[in-house]
């Protein structure tokens, strides 16, 4: 993700930590932010809700097998 700064404030850039590097970069566009409609981001939605179910099934059988179990360490 690019972030762009602009500074109105000339203190506000001499407040700025000495940069490290520097890159050089051509922009060739340039696209206003917008937010996604839901019908856009639905199924990603819908995919990252039934992996967070199945990691917590997955934990929650995984701590039955914990219960259940007795392993001795010599």
Request: charged residues 40%; positive net charge; proline residues 5%.
């Amino acid at each position: 993700m690019v972030e762009e700064r602009r500074f109105e404030d000339t203190g506000a850039v001499t407040n700025l930590p000495p940069p490290a590097e520097f890159y050089l970069m051509l922009v060739e566009d340039k696209r206003p932010a917008r937010f996604k409609t839901l019908v856009e981001v639905r199924d990603q939605i819908e995919k990252d809700m039934l992996a967070q179910e199945r990691n917590r099934l997955e934990k929650q059988w995984i701590e039955k097998l914990k219960k259940k179990t007795f392993v001795r360490v010599f």
